[in-house]
Nanobody
Framework: QVLLMESGGGLVQPWGSLRLSCAASGRIFSANTMGWYRQAPGKQRELVAVITTSGSTNQSDSLKGRFTISRDNAKNTVYLQMNSLKPEETTVYYC??????????????WGQGTQVTVSS
């Protein structure tokens, strides 16, 4: 089992910045993908950005240039630096970890979510 603990959400003014963190603990494989999704009320959960243990990233095209994902493998922690935040990006951000080992089923874990509110 894997536990994901998110931090860093909160209230920020429009065009401000926030840095989210997510620390994973438990039975973590040496190769995995961690990342962030967000879900507004009444909408589907959408990809923000993900990053593998080798550093490969996949990110929503609309967020490139403002959001940056990074990770510290020694700490099993992923970060999301969010700049120039817009009010319409007010929503809950969820941390995700996916891992798989040979002959074992794929494992998919979610954090509880952290609220980001962009408002003056």
């Amino acid at each position: 089992q894997v536990l994901l603990m998110e931090s860093g959400g909160g209230l920020v003014q429009p065009w401000g910045s926030l840095r989210l963190s997510c620390a994973a603990s438990g039975r973590i494989f040496s190769a995995n993908t961690m990342g962030w999704y967000r879900q507004a009320p009444g909408k589907q959960r959408e990809l923000v950005a993900v990053i593998t243990t080798s550093g490969s990233t996949n990110q929503s095209d609309s967020l490139k240039g403002r959001f940056t994902i990074s990770r510290d493998n020694a700490k099993n922690t992923v970060y999301l630096q969010m700049n120039s935040l817009k009010p319409e990006e007010t929503t809950v951000y969820y941390c995700n970890l996916v891992q798989k080992q040979l002959l074992l089923p794929r494992e998919n874990y979610w954090g509880q979510g952290t609220q980001v509110t962009v408002s003056s």
